[in-house]
């Protein structure tokens, strides 16, 4: 047997370069797939239908530090809704037409709006005003102390399809719900947004805009998509994080002040943490969804949900996009810097947000 040799290898220059790269490409597939498996998990807890996640650009993942909830969460400074004390309808006897109950309407709920208590500060069917109710809402609009019971309203959504009437799509008019305390019953036609999310959503990785969302399925025009969940938060609050964040950091955050009044104290809904998948929605001047106010609570103007439709007919897979610049005054920041880029053109001002939309009509700036 000939003599065992010894090999002597030089370690001095291990590892080499290409060795350090493809353990931290290692390293890094086996963490990103960690994460993105998390990911996944938070999203099957969700209720509703399912929610995918996809990326075919790159090996990126989605923010580990982004937690799904399925509510607001109420920080300092916000005192949460006291279901109890919600005014429900049909409960006493009305001098304005029957009351609420279940069997109405084809057994839809709700069905005379002129004594439907959660309808008092809805849309107002205008056609069917006489002189009186007339004179009525106009002392109403100049600041006059008045109920607006027994006037004509207009319920959101058609009793056949829960999607949103003509009417309303038309106009940014605030949507109120039946509650928990009402005579109508879980089958009235006035709750859509509080029976949660129907349709199938994705959130994949686009091509210039970071992370976006998407329907599996056909959507119709006027048809509810989901709410924009967050953290509840104060004005104040609101502007520490902007200080702690910087100039350059993202935002996504929503202002409750469609019902603000001089001196009121508005809510702010930070979705940057905690939040829902409309959180991935990406901005366009051009959008195919629009937000709106829903409340269940009528006399409660600093808490309700803010609520996304499809303003019309959407096709499977098309990118959901709103407009984070909405002068129906809903909308305070929201939205990330996915839409940014990497840079701006010349002679912009620092602080200045290119637009990446790409519809036809681009305003060319996000902010400005």
């Not at 309407?105 to 959660?118: H, I, L, Q």
């Not at 056609?127 to 004179?135: M, P």
């Not at 003509?166 to 947004?193: F, M, Q, T």
């Not at 056909?218 to 004005?235: A, M, P």
Request: proline share 5%; aromatic share 10%.
């Amino acid at each position: 047997m000939e003599p065992m040799t010894r090999l002597r290898v030089d370690t001095s220059d291990f590892p080499t370069a290409s060795m350090r790269q493809r353990s931290m490409g290692s390293r890094y597939n086996v963490a990103a797939s960690k994460i993105r498996s998390q990911f996944t998990r938070s999203l099957q807890s969700l209720p509703g239908k399912a929610i995918r996640l996809v990326n075919t650009r790159d090996a990126s993942t989605p923010p580990l530090s982004f937690t799904f909830i399925d509510g607001y969460l109420y920080r300092e400074g916000v005192e949460p809704p006291d279901p109890s004390m919600m005014q429900g309808c049909g409960l006493v006897p009305s001098r304005f037409g029957p009351t609420c109950k279940p069997n109405m309407g084809a057994n839809c709920g709700c069905e005379y709006t002129r004594s439907c208590e959660c309808l008092e500060y809805a849309r107002i069917n205008d056609a069917r005003l006489d002189v009186h109710e007339r004179q009525m809402l106009r002392d109403y609009e100049d600041g006059a102390m008045i109920s607006l019971m027994g006037l004509p309203k207009r319920f959101p959504y058609s009793a056949k399809s829960g999607l949103l009437v003509s009417s309303y799509l038309g106009h940014r008019w605030p949507i109120y719900e039946c509650n928990d305390n009402c005579a109508c019953g879980p089958g009235c036609k006035s709750r859509v947004v509080q029976k949660g999310r129907t349709v199938g959503l994705e959130i994949f990785k686009t091509k210039h805009r970071g992370w976006g969302l998407r329907a599996t399925e056909n959507l119709r025009q006027g048809q509810f998509i989901d709410t924009y969940r967050g953290e509840v938060i104060t004005r104040d609050e609101a502007d520490r994080r902007a200080v702690r964040g910087g100039k350059s950091k993202d935002s996504y955050l929503f202002s409750l002040d469609k019902f603000m009044r001089e001196g009121d104290h508005r809510y702010e809904i930070d979705g940057e943490f905690y939040g829902g998948p409309t959180r991935f929605i990406n901005h366009s001047c051009e959008p195919n969804c629009v937000v709106y106010v829903v409340s269940r609570d009528k006399n409660n103007t600093f808490l309700y949900e803010i609520a996304f439709f499809a303003l019309r007919d959407i096709a499977a897979g098309e990118e959901l996009t709103f407009d984070y610049r909405d002068d129906d005054g809903t909308t305070d920041e929201a939205g990330s810097a996915n839409e940014t880029g990497e840079g701006s053109e010349s002679g912009a001002e620092e602080d200045s947000i290119p637009c990446l939309c790409g519809a036809k009509n681009c305003r060319k700036w996000l902010w400005k």
